[in-house]
């Protein structure tokens, strides 16, 4: 049985290896040691004495390429008024921020309230080249809005949730919802949401804004029926959305209808993600479950076939040595090498897939992955491998892509940055900068040697991070090789282990590689 990933203090992120020791006791499949550059946009300012700053934090909605070639997106928290920002940010980094939500005022007996919302989402680009977005929260009656912002930063309130008969945030039922998700608009205006909560039975609603600026609420969902996340639309004028465990389309009229349900055992559970490819299948991730206890990426046709295309990997168990613990030697949730929580999904301008998972990586703070549309998985870049603590040089926990058509994706992160509130990062998949790392043999017995070797491309400097026992770790030379030959001791079991190789180039972008080496028995 694959252990469950546990958010514990001593993770990936905070494993010393001179300090302990560390053993992987399940398995973890490989993955092509290929990267991709990393560069920050912009970093999030932290924090003053108040809690408020400048910008916001925790920027991992949605990034829209405006017309106009810059990039709007929301930060979810603080800002100048405590409750999130709605930005602009240029293709260089320059953040100017478009509207700020708040302050709000305490309401006892629901969410806090404020004028214009709370908690902002993703924004979807209007034909009419307006954004519209929504917060999760605030409002006159604590249960979230729904707005209009124009490039120049000129807002409009479109809808205030109403007040639910429930006796706790955004609880109970009302006429049109709670919670709301993203918006689409479609074209003749109007635009269609799901609210998570509040509806007849207190369990959402689909809703409509016209263009006109009417709210309706077409259907209030059950028990049998319940919300799906955020919807896409089809070509043929339906939404689609997932549960938690199955694929469902709503007509415009509320008509609602089960497409595919998941299987644990295949797709996964705990759905994630769904997209329409342009060959129009649905594409999704789970993130439990499947084939190793962390959910795939999958396809299902229209006609209700279902592929697996990749499962990612398992998180692994690791045995830990704290001096200071009773028992000494206990077992801890450990990540794997290619992430966990796959909560966003793209369709690159070149057919591949994009993904970014939340959590995971060798340092257990996210990673980007590409599959090639012949199927091939290749690891684009792990998070945090020169990350202390959530104040980083690099973004940590990143959230949705989006590709700028330069071969480049950009994204925004929960965590790090300068300021430790979140950053803007570039990965660009055409940068000079590259590194390629791989243990040879990749397999061997304890006692048995082994070298790490590592190459790279317009690099500055280089370093090796993980947890494989007796190797170095620590600065090393842009290219070379390290001779590793692990003992048999007390402080070593059989396993997989990982080893990371992060280079950086002259403008401070990095690139980063992982290495994967199974220690077998003698």
Known sequence: MVPTLVR??????????????????????????????????????????????????????????????????????????????????????????????????????????????????????????????????????????????????????????????????????NTDGTRPARVVPVADGSLYGIAGGGGANALGTFFKIDGAGHF??????????????????????????????????????????????????????????????????????????????????????????????????????????DLYAVPRWHHVSFVNGEGTRPESLIQGSDGSLYGANLTGGVNDYGTIYKLDPDGAFTLLYTFGSNATTSSSADALEPGPLTDDGNGNLIGGSYMGGAGSTGAIFKLSMNAPLSVAAAFTPATVKLGEPTQLSWSSTAAQSCAVKGVVPGMFIGKVATSGHRKVTPRSTWTIQPGVFFATVVCTGADDSQATAAATLSINSP
């Open 8 to 173: 514990h203090p001593m993770t990936a992120k905070n494993l010393r290896p001179a300090l302990m020791a560390a053993a992987v006791l399940a398995f973890t499949h490989a993955v092509p040691a290929w990267s991709a550059a990393e560069s920050l946009l912009h970093s999030f300012a932290a924090p003053a004495s108040d809690g408020s700053n400048t910008d916001g934090s925790a920027p991992d909605q949605v990034l829209v390429h405006g017309n106009d070639g810059n990039f709007y997106g929301t930060a979810f928290y603080l800002g100048p008024g405590f409750n999130g920002t709605v930005f602009k940010m240029t293709p260089s980094g320059a953040v100017t921020v478009l509207h700020a939500f708040g302050p709000s005022t305490e309401n006892p007996n629901g969410g806090d309230t404020s004028a214009d919302g709370a908690d902002p989402r993703d924004l979807a680009l209007g034909a009419d080249g307006m954004f519209y977005g929504v917060a999760g929260a605030g409002g006159a009656h604590g249960n979230g809005t729904v707005f209009r912002i124009a490039p120049d930063g000129s807002f409009t309130l479109l809808h205030t949730f109403s007040v639910t008969d429930g006796a706790c945030d955004s609880c109970g039922s």
């Open 216 to 321: 309706s609420t077409i259907a209030s969902f059950t028990a049998g029926q319940p919300a799906p996340g955020e919807l896409q639309l089809g070509s043929d004028g339906n939404f689609y959305g997932l549960t938690d465990s199955s694929i469902v389309k709503l007509t415009p009229n509320g008509n609602y209808s089960i497409m595919h349900t998941l299987s644990a055992s295949v797709e996964g559970s705990s759905a994630q993600a769904l997209i329409i490819g342009r060959d129009g299948n649905f594409y999704g991730t789970t993130g439990a479950d499947g084939a190793n206890g962390n959910g795939s990426l999958f396809k299902v046709t229209l006609a209700g076939t279902t592929t697996v295309l990749h499962a990612f990997g398992p998180t692994n168990t690791i045995l830990v040595f």
